[in-house]
């Protein structure tokens, strides 16, 4: 009975996800249960190992970000050319390209998608810090849609982690660019 009940409960209440969800994107699971068969443990750590230094360096350029639109916002500019923000672009070009010579065992094919997007995610928001921008107005406009590609970002990273890999992601939950609908999108991707 309470299967049932569990089973009509989750047709009551689907998942929706909003048009460009990153989720939509994730390429589908292989449907032969032998595809992965060629997939040995040491595979997965060999991944994980070469892996692990890129993530956590996504994961600190997500965080570093984080803090500087906390700080454009409350100083209503955005310094193009501060030392931090150079050291943000350096380090999201440098995880572009390193996570893309990296070759996922078939086993790990979409938590390396979700890594690989949220990297470039990552990569598109510092290459739009051309120019100093002193209008507050602007400021926020700018932030507020870098703060976007952020929360997709991190919503990616987390849904990619894997404690048993060591891959586990710094958690922004108290951070302004991961409040209200970003948490409940990460809960709703890993559903």
């Keep these: 009975m309470d299967l049932e009940?569990?089973?009509?409960?989750?047709?009551?209440?689907?998942?929706?996800?909003?048009?460009?969800?990153?989720a939509l994107d994730i390429p589908p699971d292989d449907l032969d249960p032998q595809?992965?068969?060629?997939?040995?443990?040491?595979?997965?750590?060999?991944?994980?190992?070469?892996?692990r230094p890129h993530y956590d360096r996504?994961?600190?350029?997500?965080?570093?970000?984080?803090?500087?639109?906390i700080l454009a916002q409350a100083r209503g500019r955005f310094e193009a050319d501060y030392?931090?923000?150079?050291?943000?672009?350096?380090?999201?070009?440098?995880?572009?390209d390193?996570?893309?010579?990296?070759?996922?065992?078939?086993l790990a094919k979409r938590q390396y998608w979700c890594?690989?997007?949220?990297?470039?995610l990552v990569n598109g928001v510092t290459?739009?810090?051309a120019a100093s921008t002193r209008d507050p107005a602007q400021v926020r406009e700018y932030v507020g849609r870098w703060n976007e590609q952020l929360r997709r970002a991190n919503a990616l990273i987390r849904w990619a982690s894997e404690r048993s890999l060591g891959l586990s992601?710094?958690?922004?939950?108290?951070?302004?660019?991961?409040?209200?609908s970003a948490s409940r999108a990460t809960t709703a991707i890993k559903d």
Excluded: K
């Design 5 to 22: 009940a569990s089973e009509i409960s989750a047709f009551c209440m689907p998942l929706v996800h909003e048009y460009g969800c990153d």
């Design 35 to 51: 595809a992965d068969i060629s997939t040995t443990r040491d595979d997965l750590i060999a991944y994980a190992i070469t892996l």
């Design 127 to 129: 290459a739009e810090f």
């Design 98 to 106: 390193a996570i893309a010579g990296i070759r996922p065992p078939p």
């Design 58 to 69: 996504a994961n600190r350029v997500i965080g570093q970000l984080a803090g500087l639109f």
């Design 169 to 180: 992601p710094i958690d922004l939950g108290q951070a302004c660019c991961n409040c209200g």
């Design 115 to 120: 890594i690989s997007r949220a990297v470039a």
């Design 83 to 96: 030392d931090a923000v150079a050291t943000c672009i350096e380090q999201a070009a440098a995880c572009v």
